[in-house]
């Protein structure tokens, strides 16, 4: 069964400190993957996407993505309390499939 | 130009009556996605419709849920006889083609009491 795993925290930061969000995954094949910020209420938003090995920033957030050990994560740089929400990770297998996985998220809180 | 639209926020029913949840997608896209999120889990995958066509409807319960997607009109996805079980969040997503990340509607929150 294809699965994605996240550590469901709470991670806790102070303000102004780097968080850093883990995500594995078990299927080699996936093409695919995206990390989503939900607000308690809310639904899912996306904030980064990512498709080849390396590392991908944009503003304060960085996915980094690693095929070889199925690993995917996300640094939020400058944390700021706003920030504290539940960061999902999806994976699109590929193969044609429309359709994601997702892990079942990691609470951040970034204390002010 | 507006998101994905979802309605209602927030249904109740009672176990045993029917639900019906609306996505209408954003202007253009053909492509309408359901996923489920119960307390405390992840987002699952229920169905992919494209107009008039259910694509992949791998994730929907054998029974009592079923999804359409007309020609004109939002995309409804329809639980009878609902249970307590069914309590979550439904979420609707929609693209033009292949997604590069969905982008949810609101989502609709069903309580059965």
């Known amino acids: 069964q294809k699965e994605v795993e996240q550590n469901s925290g709470p991670l806790s930061v102070p303000e102004g400190a780097i968080a850093s969000l883990n995500c594995t995954y078990s299927d080699r094949v996936s093409q695919s993957f995206f990390w989503y910020r939900q607000y308690s209420g809310k639904s899912p938003e996306l904030i980064m996407s990512?498709?080849?090995?390396g590392d991908k920033e944009d503003g304060r957030f960085t996915a980094q993505l690693n095929k070889a050990s199925q690993y995917v994560s996300l640094l939020i740089r400058d944390s700021q309390p706003s920030d504290s929400a539940t960061y999902l990770c999806?994976?699109?297998?590929?193969?044609?499939?429309?359709?994601?996985?997702f892990g079942t998220g990691t609470r951040l809180k970034v204390l002010a | 130009n507006a998101g994905v639209m979802q309605n209602p926020r927030h249904l109740v029913r009672r176990r045993g009556q029917e639900a019906r949840l609306r996505c209408s997608p954003m202007k253009g896209h053909s492509h309408v996605y359901w996923y489920r999120q119960l307390p405390e889990e992840g987002l699952k995958f229920m169905v992919y419709?494209?107009?008039?066509?259910?694509?992949?409807e791998s994730g929907m319960p054998k029974e009592r849920f079923s999804a359409e997607f007309p020609k004109e009109g939002p995309s409804i996805l329809r639980i009878q006889q609902v249970v307590r079980g069914d309590s979550a969040a439904y979420f609707c997503a929609s693209s033009l083609d292949t997604p590069q990340g969905y982008t949810f509607g609101s989502g609709t929150r069903l309580t059965v009491v």
């Open positions: 999806a994976v699109n297998p590929g193969s044609g499939t429309y359709k994601y996985i």
């Open positions: 990512i498709y080849s090995n």
């Open positions: 419709l494209q107009k008039e066509n259910i694509i992949d």
